[in-house]
């Protein structure tokens, strides 16, 4: 019996492999034929197959954001491809799926389809103009005259498939220039189209990191230090290794692994395990303690981030002067499909399956603990359920440690986290203070605004972190006020992570918390002041029309209806959301949310409104119920029970309305999360008179 391999399948049958190489020189697409009997180059975005299968490879993960739909879009469009041949496949590592500007394979900060656009559109190009060539010289005609349509080539000799013309594209030379469809003929890109990976996970096909299986693979779990930065000192592993099913306990740099046939003979092994700990110097911290010290570093000034006219002289001169501290704890990811990772190890080579966001430093991480060159490391990557950052793990954290344990078990070894281990094994958002202070003329309006913020770095440690100000020191809002802004940065023993919108998630609940007050405490319309504030900023100015046009702004809600607006941009998107709340015994039900977007090109509307109403639902579960607390170095919170994400009959409607827009194309994946924590608390506001200036708010009504 002869068992076929994707590539393998198209090597024998032939086709059109077109692919891209880094950096871009004088080739910059590359175009291969397979040759029969091998398989076909890896290095391809793009293969047509015989069968008039097209096959896209994705050079980003799927994490339920919709990259396995748009990309396929932007190539698709160009081709003239049809819809319903087309497939998706994860592209392996390798440099030519490194993103734009070669800083390696990855996906994070709403950065896939905008980076792609362009790239992705010449490789779809390319192609249709090679099998418009192909045709024309079978038929013998001017390719002029020959134009491609759903998938096939026709003019006046009739119609040939792409598959029938594949073989005969593949032995040409790629055009030295293409020709881009002019926008006003879209047939694909922003049209709301359904997503490709959809029946998959319906019916349950999909594979996702934790569903891997190999032959003889075994299911390892890791006792960590119950400390950041904690040790083992020494373990027993006697009562572990009766747990029937357990193979091996082996020490590993990041703890103890008990190593066994499933998960749970292996979970239990853990749970059988004594260790001795050296608790390291997390061994004494707390989120109590460090709170208090972040509340005292906000009276001083920091590390200037942004500084215009004269601040203090502003103040001082300001018919009315108002100040406001915003406090916001760390928080975890949460994803629900956990960490894990599947390795396996050769004498002179690696493979690893994983749902990650960081394919490039994944595989170098590896090759750096096996002494092996990265390109003997092959990682193969699987759907996503969730990554929010997490997955693009600083340092590499859990795919070293598969890693390690499958190096010390000699055998292939799925590592996997549990949901304890996933909320107590750190790389959370850091908890950051805001101290913010606005002079009011006589009029009501803003003249002047001096900010300070602290909270820890996320990815300098020695230096400053922008993200720890991005949206403040940036912000249009200050561009008419004198204004500073300033920053502290200090270390704990607590690994830190960017977390879905990353700084912004915390900046904008200070910003428009402040905007909104600022507006009440001068008697003026939150979206008037807005409006003002952003006279010079047209963008911002047609979302806000958007968003108060949709929710009815100027009519007042039902009885018992607080109405909140906040505005945020991030990742080249702006988003404006206005939340509808009611709160009865000190709970805080959000019944709607209508959310307008301008994120330039909406390649896919139906996935930019996908993207909105996810953002949301993340946001709103950290602004009403996220909190990581630390006593005396160990973390509170283990599971759902402790660390609440949104139910389904908390939910909101939502209302997303993608603003039409010329500007340069903007992310959808992570800028719908930081308007919603202060449109919510303005709501709360509007609705009882009381600021909620701490989060999660459900902790401080």
Known sequence: MTIWTRRGFLGATGGLVIGFALPVRRRPYLVEAAPAGEPATVTA??????????????????????????????????????WSKLRVEH??????????????????????????????RQVGATARMMLIEAAARRWKVPADRLRAEAGHVIGPGGRLSFGQLAADAAKLPPPARVALKDPASWKIIGKPMRRLDSPEKITGRAVFGIDVQL????????????????????FRADAALRVPGVRQVVGVP???????????????????????????????????????????????????????????????????????????????HAPMEPLNATVRI???????????????????????????????????????GGGFGRRAALGQDFVREAVEVARAARAPVKTVWTRDDDLRGGRYRPMFVHRVEGGLDAGGWPVAWRHTIAGQPIARP?????????GIADSPYLGALAHLVTLHSPQTPV??????????????????????????????????LRRRLLADHP????????????????????????????????????????????????????????????CGLAVNPAGITAQMESSIIYGLSAALYGAIHIDHGRVRESNFHDYPVLRIHEAPAIDVVIVPSKAAMGGGGEPGTPPIAPAVANAVFALTGKRLRVLPMMSAT
Not at 104 to 115: A, L, M, N, P
């Open 254 to 332: 990041s703890g103890v692994a008990v190593i066994a046939d499933h998960f749970w003979a292996a979970k239990l092994g853990r749970d059988a395990l004594e260790v001795d700990w050296d608790p390291g110097p997390g061994g004494e911290f707390s989120t109590d303690g460090y709170l208090a010290k972040l509340r005292e570093l906000v009276h001083q000034n920091g590390e200037p981030a942004a500084d215009k006219g004269n601040a203090e002289a502003a103040l001082a001169g300001a018919a009315r002067r108002i100040e406001a501290q915003y406090e916001l704890p760390y928080l975890a």
């Open 346 to 384: 050769a004498p002179d080579a690696c493979e690893i399956w994983t749902g990650t966001q960081s394919q490039t430093g994944d595989q170098r991480a590896a090759a750096e603990i096996l002494g092996l060159a990265p390109e003997k490391v092959a990682l193969h990557t699987t759907f996503l």
């Open 495 to 528: 690994p830190v992570q960017w977390w879905r919108s990353v700084g912004n998630s915390h900046t904008a609940f200070a910003m428009e918390s402040f905007v909104d007050e600022l507006a009440h405490a001068g008697k003026r319309d939150p979206l008037a």
């Open 215 to 234: 032959p003889g693979l075994l299911t390892a779990v890791v006792r960590r230090p119950p400390t950041f930065g904690g040790q083992v000192k020494s």
């Open 462 to 470: 020695g230096g400053t972190d922008t993200s720890g100000f991005e």
């Open 45 to 82: 975005f793009l293969r047509i197959g015989t069968d008039d299968v097209v096959t896209v490879m994705a050079n980003h993960s799927e994490m339920g954001q919709g990259v396995w739909t748009t990309i396929p879009m932007l190539i698709a469009e160009e081709l003239e491809a049809d």
């Open 91 to 120: 592209a392996p590592v390798a440099p030519e799926f490194a993103r734009p500007g070669g800083r390696g394979q990855g996906t994070g900060g709403s950065s896939t389809t905008r980076s792609e656009v362009e790239r992705l």
């Open 539 to 598: 963008r911002q100015l047609a979302v806000l029309d958007a968003v108060a046009e949709r929710a009815r702004w100027g009519t007042p809600p039902a009885a018992g209806i607080g109405r909140g607006l906040a505005i945020h941009e991030s990742f080249g998107s702006v988003v404006a959301q206005v939340a509808d709340v009611s709160v009865a015994d000190g709970r805080i039900r959000v019944h709607r949310v209508v959310c307008a977007i301008d």
